[in-house]
Every structure is written in structure tokens, then in C-alpha cells.
């Protein structure tokens, strides 16, 4: 007898999806990058998160080489038995260092470093208080921990303030948010934010997943450009996204550290990142060493594309940075748009709830350094056409 028949609400559920066109699918690509060739056509990608084109750059697929044929394929271990190998502890003092913080723990991903460390900060008599517009990664740390989450409006410090001022006074308070929100491309008002925080004495953790690498000096990332090493505990970023590999991060104090050595569920039952990853980091953070310019040349780019878009009416929100949406708001007609772009050599991910909220889907379009000048303009015209001549 086959156990078909327990399943029967799992095709129901993906029909419901499909129904309100949020059914995802995924998509499988030969290669990666801001411009890849898709069955003999070269295609921009506006989808990709390697903004400094850092996953095939020479000198970091060469580190990543060498750790991988010194150290094998993987740490083998939990960072806590034997898995805390060389690599792992010269990327903890490199990334400690760029960030400007006396210690930094790596993590298996950027989701796995928001999980951990939220939910070893704050536990059932604690209270989080996190941007409305928050990563799923930062929620889930938060569910996780178990205590009690309030959302403030989006980059609103006086709604923060309301809600810290109401918080009972028993229990620890941790506030979260996004330097650059990874679906709106807006920068969070960090100096205002951490000022409420250290009035209602919490504790602030940014998440810097779309900052680093691209913005603040040497793409250290918001928190040091605006000097706030001292106000925010918790520096938190990824190697999976600029730095173009895999892996999560916190920067932070030294005994914030070790509490998370030994709290961090989401870093201690799990194998240690694989040297071949740390290797590609390490490389990563050399080559923004020695390039300061990167992460600028990308942000001005990034800006001469935002006001064509938006000199060719389009509402690309609050977007500052190298993320831009483009608002559309229905699912099917975001969706209609996406593959028209496709059509005309542009990817473009139209991205949906529950990702972002009820009647804002939206194309997102990341800039690389991989779009020429000329990409970009290309692009915005091909964008401008497909969303005007649609309405
Ligand atoms: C991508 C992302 C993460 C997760 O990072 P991964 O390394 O991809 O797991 C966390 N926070 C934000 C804001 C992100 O955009």
C-alpha cells in the first residue's frame, strides 16, 4: 500500500499558491554573475548579490584553491570538538579587524548567524524589538529565542522609542535591524536608532548582509562609516553576498563571544565552515584591502541608474544604495513584467509575499560591477518601457 493518500494537502497547498501567483519555482543557471550567458545569450542579471564580482576574481578563487588543497573539503568537526582549524581563526581576527570590533565568530551562513546569535541574546522574559521590514532570518531568531517580539515601523527611531518606553521594565531588550534593507535598498537611520537603544539601555544588533563589502571604508560596512563600533554590540554580516562565498558572521566584544561559543545553538551543533569557504572569504577581504574603491564605484553607478529609473517615472521607494525596486504591486502583472525584461536579455526577480508585504510586489534589481555604463542605461530604458507600456 503506498502512503500517497497523506500527502493529498501538499498538491492542494502549492494549487492555493499557484492560484494567488506566489507558486516560486526554482530556476537553474549554467553560470553565475551580474551578466551571464543563458543558453548561448548573454543576459544582465539584475538577481545576483555578488556586487564586487568577488566569486570569480582570481585572487579569491586562489585563496579558496589553497586553503581547499592545504586543509581538504571539510572541517570535519563542530567548531567546538576539532572543527576550529587555522583558517578559521586567522578569518575571525581579519574580519574583527575590518570591522573595527575586538572579536568577530563565523558562522555557517548569514541565516545561521541571525539565529544564533538572536536567540542567544535574548530568551523567554527578554524583549526584541525589530524593524517591520526585517530579514526572515532575524524573525526566526527571534521565534526561536522565544521572547517577546515587537516590530517598530520601518526606520521610524521615535516608533522604537514608543514601544521601548511601554517594554516592562524585568528582562534584557534587544534591538534589530538591517543596515541596507536587502528588498528596499533603504539605509537605516543607524545614529538614531542606536541613541534610543543606549536611552532604554538595549542592546542593538545590525545585520550589515547588503552594507559590507560595498559600503563604509574598504566596504567595512555602515556601522564604521558612521563611527558607531561603540554603540551597536552586534555586528553582523555575510560572506555569501559581496564578498562572493559562503558564510555568516558576527563582529562583537570578546566576552560577547564567548557567550556565543557557548550559547549559539546554530553554532555548535553544526560542522565548522568548510576550508574552502573561509579560504574564498579570506581572499575577499584582501582584495578590499587593496581596492578602497570597489565598493563606490558600484554605489555611483548604482545612483546614475536610479534617477533614470525614476526620471522615467517609475517608484523605486527610498532606494540608496545598489538594491533598487521597482514597485508594481500585483503579483500577476509583477510576474508579466519580469518575463517580458527576460525577453529582452534583462533577469529580473519578481520578488512577492510573503517576501515582502501584500500589495508591493516588486522587480528588485541588484547593480553589480559586472553592468557596464552602458548596461545600465540599456536596462533602465528596456524597464522604463516594459512597466509604462504595461499600465
Ligand atoms: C541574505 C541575508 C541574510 C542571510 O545570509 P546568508 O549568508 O545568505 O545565509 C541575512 N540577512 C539579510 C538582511 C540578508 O539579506
Known amino acids: 500500500m503506498s502512503n500517497m493518500r497523506s500527502e493529498a494537502w501538499i498538491g492542494e497547498e502549492i494549487e492555493r499558491l499557484r492560484g494567488k501567483s506566489m507558486e516560486r519555482r526554482l530556476s537553474v543557471f549554467g553560470e553565475a554573475g551580474g551578466k551571464i550567458r543563458v543558453d548561448g545569450r548573454v543576459f544582465l542579471n539584475f538577481s545576483s548579490n555578488d556586487y564586487l564580482g568577488l566569486s570569480r576574481h582570481p585572487e579569491v578563487v586562489s585563496a579558496s584553491r589553497k586553503y581547499l588543497e592545504s586543509y581538504g573539503c571539510g572541517a570535519t568537526a563542530s567548531r567546538l570538538i576539532t572543527g576550529t582549524l587555522n583558517p578559521h581563526d586567522e578569518l575571525e581576527q581579519v574580519i574583527a579587524r575590518a570591522k573595527g570590533y575586538p572579536a568577530a565568530l563565523v558562522f ?44 517598530f515601523h520601518h526606520n521610524d527611531p521615535e516608533h522604537l522609542g514608543t514601544l521601548l518606553r511601554r517594554c516592562p521594565a524585568s528582562g534584557r531588550r534587544l534591538v534589530v535591524t538591517e543596515s541596507v534593507f536587502s528588498m528596499d535598498g533603504d539605509i537605516a537611520p543607524l545614529r538614531e536608532i542606536a541613541s534610543t537603544a543606549l536611552e532604554y539601555e538595549a542592546m542593538v544588533m545590525v545585520d550589515e548582509a547588503h552594507a559590507t563589502g560595498v559600503f563604509g571604508p574598504n566596504g567595512a560596512g555602515l556601522i564604521r562609516e558612521y563611527g558607531l563600533e561603540n554603540e551597536v554590540n552586534v555586528s553582523m554580516g555575510t560572506l555569501s553576498k559581496a564578498l562572493g562565498g559562503y558564510g555568516g558572521f558576527v563582529a562583537c566584544s570578546s ?74 504591486g500585483e503579483n500577476s502583472k509583477t510576474l508579466a513584467m519580469a518575463q517580458r525584461l527576460q525577453s529582452k536579455g534583462i533577469l529580473s526577480v519578481a520578488i512577492r509575499p510573503p517576501t515582502v508585504p501584500e500589495g508591493t510586489a516588486r522587480l528588485r534589481l541588484s547593480v553589480t560591477l559586472d553592468h557596464s555604463e552602458g548596461d545600465l542605461e540599456r536596462a533602465a530604458e528596456e524597464i522604463i518601457r516594459a512597466v509604462n507600456d504595461e499600465y
Open 255 to 328: 566576552d560577547l563571544r564567548q557567550l556565543l561559543v557557548n550559547r549559539a545553538r546554530a553554532f555548535i551543533y553544526t560542522t565548522g565552515l568548510p576550508p574552502a569557504a573561509v579560504g574564498s572569504a579570506l581572499g575577499a577581504l584582501a582584495v578590499l584591502e587593496k581596492t578602497a574603491e570597489a565598493g563606490s564605484e558600484l554605489l555611483a553607478r548604482a545612483a546614475v541608474f536610479r534617477q533614470r529609473l525614476r526620471d522615467g517615472g517609475l517608484d523605486i521607494l527610498n532606494s540608496q544604495s545598489q538594491i533598487i525596486p521597482v514597485l508594481i
Open 108 to 151: 555557517g551562513s548569514g541565516f545561521l548567524a541571525n539565529a544564533g546569535v538572536i536567540a542567544s541574546l535574548a530568551g523567554r522574559s527578554d524583549h526584541i524589538f525589530a524593524d517591520k521590514l526585517a530579514h526572515a532570518s532575524i524573525i526566526d531568531g527571534a521565534v526561536l529565542s522565544r521572547a517577546n517580539l515587537k516590530r
